[in-house]
Each structure stands twice: as C-alpha cells, then as structure tokens.
C-alpha cells in the first residue's frame, strides 16, 4: 500500500508504509497513534532522601506521565561515567554520593513503568566521560581509572569540555570494548523496551585540529578517501554501530533512538545553535538511512518558529524515512510557553510524524497537561526485519591504525579492544569483503545464522566462538500459526529455551522446543540460552502469532498452471490445461476460454481440468487461453493464463536432430526432480519426427503409439521437407568377444531406440522406432556365455522389438553403443574377483554443491565424504580395487561422474549419499537403497538388510529410481541414502564419526557379499 503525503518542501513523497497491518494489528488503534516520549533523568529524581522517598519520586513520576497522556518513558540510566543502576564498569551516580542508593533504581522504575502501561527506554550518555558539575571523587570513577588515556584531549593533554562535561574519544578501541561491556550488561540483564543513545558527539569541532587526529589521518587518508569532517563523522558513526551491533546481537527487537544535535547548516538566520554535522560531527541522516538506528531524535530545544524549520529540515534529508525522524522537544512551559509546544506537537502531527519526545520529568510534574487524551504507541522497531547484526572477532589478524573498512568504497569501521568488528548490514551480501591497511578478507556468509557472531580464522574462513548460541529455525516475525517448534543449536553447556532446560543432542548441539503463541496481537518471547563454567550467552526475540493468514487468495494458482508456454499442435489434437485454486471450495462458477469461447473446467479434487479442441482453432492459427470465475459470495475473477496454442498441420512440423550425446527423451514434459522417466539417451546424430511442441520441449513421434519429449536445447531441426529415418531391417549376428557377447544389429539410418530391461522374463528388449522388419536370418555363434539366444517382432508398422533372451539374469551389466551403420549391443561376462573394482562416489561436494543441510548445519556432502573414504578403505583390506569418483572435496557435474565411472571400467558402482524431507524434526526418518534398472534390485535388497542391522529406522528399497548415477546399465549400481539429515536423532548419528565407520561397514559388507555371491552363481 502506497500513501501520499505531502513532504516538508511542499512537494508530493510517495513513501512506503511499513508495517501498515503490524501497526492495525499489534496495537489495537484508539483515535490518536502516536510516540509520546518522556526522558526521566536522574536529577529529576534521586535528590530525595533516602530510597523510600527516591522510590516514591519514581512511583509519581510513572503515575503522572500516564495520566498526563504519555506512553513511553526514557529513563537515564548513565551520565559522564556515573549509572543509575549497579554496575561492574561504572560507579554510582554522584548524585547518590557515588554509595549505593539501597535499591536498583533501573529495575524500579521499569517495574512502575510497566505496571502503568508504558514502554521503557533506557537512555544512555554515550561519551560523556566526566561531570564538572558532580565532580565525582571515587577512585573507582572511569575518570579516574582511564581518564587521561580515554577521553578528547587538546594537543597539551588538557580534557576538552563540551557542556559540562569531558568526553571519551570513539576513535579508541578501548573505549569501544567499554562501552559495548555496558550496553551488553544492560540488555542482557533487564527487559527493556528500547535503548536511547544521546551525547554520541565530539566536544567541539577542534577535535580535527588536534595534533592526535591529523596523525591518524594523515596515516589513513589515501585509505579512507575522506576528509577529515567525514573521517571524524565516520568515527562515531561507527561507535554507534558497534552499541546498535552489541544490542541486536542478543535482542534484535529492542527499539534503537539516537539524539542528534539540529542541522543549523541548512537554516538561513540561525546562528545562536551549533551545526551537528560540521560541530559535533554527527550524521544522523546516514544512521537512519543505514538502518543503525530505528528512530533519528533531533534535539530541538526552541521556541516554535525555530523548531519548525529545524524539524522540517530533517524530513527533507530523511528523504525516504522521514516518519521515523521523532523530535526532543523542551516540556518547560513557562519558558518555551505552552502555545510553542502546542504548534510544535501540531506540525509534527501534520507531517505524519510518528511522535515526540518531551525532555524532561521536572518540566512536565510542573506544567498543565500537553496532551488531551491518550494515544496507542506507533511500531517503531523498523529495522528489527531490514538489518542484520554481526560481529567478527579479527583477533587472528593485525590491523593497522584500529580501522577496517567494508569493500572497496565502504565506509571505515573502528574495531574495539579485542580486534571485534561491530557492523549493521542493511542486507546480508553473499560475500562479506573486508580490508585493512594491510590485507584483504572475503568470508562467505551462506552458513550464518543468527546471531551472526563469528570468529575469522583465516581469511576465508570463520568458526562460531566458544561459547555461542544460535536459532536456527524460527517463523517470521509476524505468522498466522498458533505454535512454533523453536530449532537452536548451541556449544556444549546447559541449554534452555525460555527458562526450560532441555538436553542438546550429543553431537550435533541442537535443541528444540513447541512454544505456543500468545493471543492475537500479544508479542511473544522466545529465548535460547546456553550456560558452562558461570559464563551464559542468550539469543532473544519477539513473535506476533495466531495473525490472520493475509495470503491473497487466487480462483487461479498460476505457477501451477500446466502446460506453460506456446503450446504448438496439429488440429487433431487436444491441448489439456489442469491448474490448482485457493478457492475451490468457494467456486460457484469457472470456466475455461479460448478466444472467447468458453469451455468446461472439471474439479478433480486436486485439480481443474479443461481440454481444447485444437481444430477448433485451425483457421484461426492460434489461441489466446484465459480462466472467468465467480465465487459463492458473487466476487468475479479472471485471469490470463501463462499458455497460448497455435494450431498447425502435421506437415508443418519439423525432423529434428540431437546435437549433443546424453540428449535425454523423457516419456513426459512434466517436470521432476532427481531425473526424468528417460526412454534412453542419445548420441549426436539421432533424428525424431515431431509432431508438437510444449513451451521449450518437442513432442516426438517415436512409433504408431509412443512419444517421448526432448528440449529443445539439445537438438537442432532440419530442412524442411527431409523425410524422417526409417529402414528395412534383414539380418543381425551374435558372437562372443573376449569380455562380452556382442549383439550387432544393422543401423543404416540414424533412427531412435530404446533398451528395457525384463529380468522377470530373462530378457532385455530393444526397441527400433521407423524400422519394419525384413528378417531372413538370426544367426548365433558358438560360445555365447551370457545370451541364450535372440527373436523379434514387429509391434506395429513402424516399430521393431528385438529380445535378447538370457542364460539366466545373473549379469554383470550391458551396454548399446551406436556405430556408423550399426547397433552394438554387449552384455559383460563376469569379472575375474582379483582384479574386480569398486566405483565409489561420495554425493554433492565443492563449494556450493553441499546437499542437504542438516538441522545443525551439518553438510550432506561432508557426510558422504567421509563414510565413502571409510568404504574405500575397507573394500580395498578385503583386496578389491576401489576408485573414487568424486576425490577430496571436488565437484563434477552428474555427467562428467556417470563418464569417469565408465571410463575407469568399473565392474560394480556404489553411491552414497544422506536422505532429508519431511515436516517437524522428529517426523520422516530412516535408511533406504535405491536402484533404477531391475538386474540391479537384489544389491539395493542385501545393502538394505545389513543397513538395517544398525539402530536405523526403516524407510525402504526404492526402485526405478531416475537419479543419474543409478541409470547405468553398464554395472550393478546402487544409491546408499544412510539417514535423514532433516531428523534431528538420524542426523545426530550421521554426525557421530563412530556411527559413520559403522555406516560404511555395513556398506563394504554389502558389496564383499554382493560381488561373491553373483560370482558364485
């Protein structure tokens, strides 16, 4: 949905609204939606004395703020060095004599808070280092303790003073780590709303001038590619990305608003107020556009014909985010007067802003009420979907000047103590590239999951931190489901989901729970945790279930319409369309047309199916296909769907001719998965007659009733007027070669053909399309091991069937192998058992081609590595000679595979590869074989039972298997899948390396047994 709104220049701004339903639905709208902020600092409560009457001052300022309209406070909770909570880094706040008060100021106030119905934000002076005011005393003091390391100082070591206060430098990485430690504290220990960062400034603008900066920026200067305003903006742009970073990385819901100074630069008369961008170096507009923070507070603290060219200023940087620009206005009434605030609070309603922030308690405890009624809070926590959090623990690496930048022409980052990068990524790139003064790193980010907290071991290479938590598997944010079953993984330790200890499995650490959603429009947590050794790391975050499903509905499922395409046919035929609905159910009324005229659709309780006489539509040439529908409650529906026909004569259509060997002719168009129902595939040279065309695959007219279907990709047609292949056949021969009885059967026109395998009949048939039968003669030399002897029979005018009767079907595996003028068919004898070999190959591989992937994050392609090399090494103690079809960690395609198995003239091959499907972790599992040509049913039958010797559910033997590895004819070929990947007891053992050497002992007995019992026979 698209709103147009006026912008601040008068000038029309479409802008998305965000969150449009989140809002209608989360909060439960009254007359008024708006942010009304309220910043409680410290000096607006704890002159009292004594904690009960500290403790009473809160209470009222809670009570109050509700009743005068408010819905949100902001809390102080640090200033200059000093908290209003117990801390480890810091000291208590002066105002309390630097002792503690004898409560948790934080955690009252939180409560009271709550209890009155109101958010809770903490805010937080950022840099603020020392109060001259206060002039705390403690030794403990961060003054006191790092002060003279830490903070801005001119170039004779003298603190700057901004305000009333000294400030800590952001380009420090100690700093930085400090700060972080203090945020984290924060939010890991209380259940707060949101975070409000103020004082994240410089000083003044001398920061530049200092003899300390210009040293750094001469050193980076030809790196950064910036002057030094930028540079210096650039360096608290990423202190507050590290804070933002450090927040998200454990509760990535949580609101983020930080306070800038107001943009005087670009307002014409205002010279009393000092710019943010050229004095204090502050870039706000670029926090908000970069998605650091939810929500850009400018400090406007002016009478109201200042404030609105301020306030208008930043939503005309803002440019596609100007609703989440949120003003701090000053609530002294008797100052500011209430009809400045009043206008003020006006224009910012005017605006569509989403609200305000009044500074600060005292005012407003003095003052009449701002507001007339209450209002619901506005959804401000934008970038909780939009931007990823992340961290990359660079320890490993040397890092000159502290800076790191993010590709080439990325802003620079300061890194903290620690060498840990913080950064807010708008959208996870593929490839995460970083430098520094001195090398590059690129790190693939296909396996991150959240949290994205990783430690760079190289640089390529990365590895979870010990210890870590992660969620693996969770719905979005907002879902129409009543219950979520919750997938995390976690380093050993003791591990919860929301309070409730379960036990990670032993070797893949993963851990899951079904948690129910509260009502309609009630958020609900959910947090993971792992503790060991008294350290804890937790991940949490925020579900809206049970929301009305707001999937559009269609009478018409268009990716489910089939065929797609033009569709090209004679006027005998008929074109079938089937195609899906939401709205079956519904439906009062569907029909089915074709320019203009309408035809029936049948339900089929799964599909609507409609057929077209294409002679219908012979003079016209072609049809243009649409569906009408009208549903029980008289809605109208119409749609054009993604086909269109053409209708032409037989004659028409063109001869066509493979271009490429392997091209593959499926009996159907259909799509599939793991390998099409195939025909046979063919050399270069093959020629088809055609008599349709379905999208991008010729329908081929093989014989009197076959078709098979071919892309169009790997043929080319012919001229027009060749006449199609076809031949009298006379005579074939069978002789014994030295390895193989040879079938050779005239072959004078390149015409298709087809081999099926009949075990249940001893036999194998080939078939000859356009070919009729003109046999004088079979003749069958002396010594024939294998083939007992040979017949044919014409099926119809223009199809051969050639029977290749057997011995018996105990073989080693055939091969037809088209020549210049003839068909050679051969059929192995059996190999000698000292010199018989093994073709193993270990499933997927490489760099992309992982296989399924675990719910750990367990790669299939690891697993069949390791359980093949274990095969390997046991078939060849039993004295077989065993070659590898994927080595290491390479990846050939299928084709190049299925060729290098053939060209090694491997007498029996073996795939192994690990299963997953299904719904829920703990649903489909087991072990199963597969094969594809029926000789080959009995080594997938012995590999099944000795699998399921082992603690393995049963799954099953799986026949006519299409997977290209399996549809060789050349030699008993078999596919291992071992277990489930997508269970979470089958993949715990896939993970285990003693389950998997049992794995492929099983699998080397399969083979050993296999090969001596055929030998045998």
Not at 895 to 921: C, M, P
Request: negative net charge; glycine residues 6%; proline residues 5%.
């Amino acid at each position: 949905m698209i709103n147009i709104r006026k912008g601040a220049s008068g000038k029309k701004v479409k802008h998305g609204v965000v969150f449009l339903l989140s809002l209608l639905m989360l909060n439960s709208l009254a007359a008024a939606s708006e942010l009304r902020g309220l910043v409680v600092q410290g000096s607006d409560w704890a002159f009292a004395q004594g904690a009960a009457a500290m403790q009473a001052g809160i209470r009222e300022i809670m009570t109050t703020a509700r009743e005068k309209g408010f819905n949100t406070i902001f809390f102080q909770v640090r200033e200059a060095g000093e908290c209003f909570y117990p801390s480890e880094y810091e000291t208590w706040s002066a105002l309390f004599g630097e002792q503690d008060p004898g409560f948790d100021p934080l955690a009252f106030a939180l409560n009271e808070a709550h209890q009155n119905g109101m958010q809770f934000h903490v805010q937080i002076e950022v840099l603020t280092a020392y109060s001259l005011v206060n002039k705390p005393k403690s030794a403990d003091h961060l003054y006191m303790r790092n002060g003279t390391k830490w903070v801005i100082a001119d170039d004779n070591f003298k603190p700057v003073i901004g305000e009333y206060a000294y400030y800590l430098d952001p380009l420090n990485p100690e700093v930085i780590s400090y700060l972080k430690r203090q945020v984290a504290e924060i939010t890991g220990r209380y259940a707060i709303d949101g975070v409000y960062f103020s004082h994240l400034r410089f000083p003044d603008n001398t920061y530049i001038a200092n003899r300390s900066f210009l040293s750094f920026y001469n050193n980076v200067s030809a790196f950064t590619l910036n002057t030094k305003e930028v540079l210096a903006q650039e360096i608290l742009t990423s202190c507050l990305e590290a804070l933002v970073s450090e927040i998200k990385l454990v509760k990535p819901y949580l609101t983020v608003f930080a306070e800038t100074e107001p943009m005087v630069s670009q307002i014409k008369g205002i010279k009393e107020l000092l710019p943010a961008d050229s004095y204090y170096f502050q870039n706000g507009i670029s926090w908000l556009k970069e998605g650091l923070v939810d929500v850009l507070v400018p400090r406007i603290h002016v009478r109201y014909k200042t404030f609105d060219d301020l306030y208008l200023a930043y939503l005309r940087e803002a440019e596609a985010a100007p609703d989440w620009v949120v003003p701090s206005l000053r609530g002294d009434v008797e100052s500011f007067h209430s009809a400045d605030v009043a206008k003020e609070l006006d224009l910012i309603r005017k605006e569509q802003g989403k609200g305000s922030i009044i500074f600060s308690a005292s005012d407003i405890m003095k003052g009449p009420s701002i507001f007339e009624e209450a209002a619901e809070l506005p959804f401000l926590a934008r970038t909780h979907e939009k931007t990823s959090a992340a961290e990359i623990d660079l320890s490993s690496k040397s890092i000159p000047n502290d800076m790191v930048r993010l590709g080439a022409n990325g802003r620079i980052r300061i890194v903290d103590q620690q060498n840990r990068l913080n950064l807010m990524l708008d959208a996870l790139p593929r490839t995460l590239a970083l430098e520094t003064l001195r090398e590059k790193m690129r790190y693939s980010t296909r396996e991150w999951v959240v949290p994205y907290r990783y430690v760079a071991v190289s640089n390529n290479g990365l590895e979870r931190p010990d210890p870590f938590i992660e969620l693996r598997r969770a719905p979005s944010f907002m879902t129409p489901d009543s219950s979520f079953n919750f997938l995390f993984r976690a380093s050993p330790g003791t591990t919860c989901i929301n309070g409730t200890e379960l036990i990670a499995y032993p070797h893949t650490h993963i851990f899951f729970q079904d948690i129910a959603f509260k009502p309609f429009g009630k958020r609900t947590i959910v947090r993971g945790t792992v503790s060991k050794e008294g350290e804890t790391r937790f991940y949490e975050t925020i579900y809206y279930g049970n929301m009305p499903d707001t999937t559009t509905k269609h009478a018409v499922i268009m990716k489910s319409v089939s065929p797609q395409g033009t569709v090209i046919l004679p006027p005998e035929d008929m074109l079938r369309i089937t195609f899906q609905s939401h709205l079956a159910e519904a439906m009062d009324t569907i029909l089915l047309y074709a320019n203009g005229k309408a035809f029936p659709l049948w339900y089929n309780g799964n599909r609507y199916v409609g057929e077209l006489p294409c002679a219908l539509f012979e003079a016209e040439g072609s049809a243009f296909i649409q569906v009408a529908a009208r549903d029980n409650r008289g809605k109208n529906y119409s749609y054009n769907l993604p086909i269109s026909l053409k209708v032409q004569p037989a004659y028409r259509f063109p001869l066509i001719e493979t271009r490429e060997d392997f091209a593959q002719v499926s009996f159907s168009s259909g799509d599939v998965r793991l390998g099409g129902p195939y025909i046979h595939e063919y050399p270069t040279g093959v020629r088809f007659r055609t008599n349709g065309k379905i999208g991008e695959n010729y329908r081929v007219r093989l014989g009197a009733t076959d078709m098979g279907y071919i892309s169009e990709k790997q043929v080319r047609e012919l001229a027009p007027g060749m006449p199609a292949p076809a031949y009298n056949i006379t005579s074939m021969s069978i002789r014994p070669d030295s390895a193989k009885d040879v079938l050779t059967i005239p072959w004078p026109e390149p015409v298709p053909y087809a081999v099926t395998p009949q075990p249940e009949q001893n036999r194998i048939r080939i078939t000859l399309y356009g070919v009729s039968s003109n046999s004088t003669w079979i003749s069958h030399r002396e010594g024939l091991k294998i083939i007992d002897y040979v017949t044919w029979e014409q099926r119809d005018a223009e199809t051969y069937d050639i029977y290749v009767y057997l011995q018996d079907n105990n073989i080693w595996g055939y091969d037809l192998v088209a020549g210049n003028r003839f068909l050679s068919f051969s059929i192995k004898y059996p190999p000698v058992r000292t010199a018989l070999r093994i073709a193993i190959e270990a499933g997927h591989g490489g760099d992309w081609n992982w296989g399924a992937v675990g719910l750990s994050g367990l790669k299939e392609k690891d697993v069949n590595r390791d359980t093949a090399e274990k095969v390997r090494d046991m078939l060849r103690s039993m004295g077989y000679d065993v070659v590898e079809v994927r080595p290491e960690d390479s990846s050939p395609m299928l084709r190049e595979r299925w060729l290098l198995t053939d060209s090694l003239q491997a007498d029996v091959f073996i795939s192994i590869h690990a299963n997953a499907g299904g719904k829920g972790y703990l649903s489909v599992a087991g072990t199963s074989t597969y094969y594809n040509n029926p000789f080959w049913r009995e080594f997938a039958e012995i590999g099944y039972a000795k699998l399921r010797e082992l603690p393995l559910e049963e799954f099953g033997i799986v026949g006519s298997f299409n997977y290209m590895m399996c549809r060789m004819t050349q030699r008993p070929s078999m596919l291992v899948e071992q277990a489930f990947m997508s269970h979470a007891e089958d993949e715990d053992k896939l993970a285990d390396p003693e389950f998997r050497t049992k794995i492929a002992e099983k699998i080397a007995q399969t083979v050993d047994e296999y090969v001596n019992m055929k030998l045998r026979r």
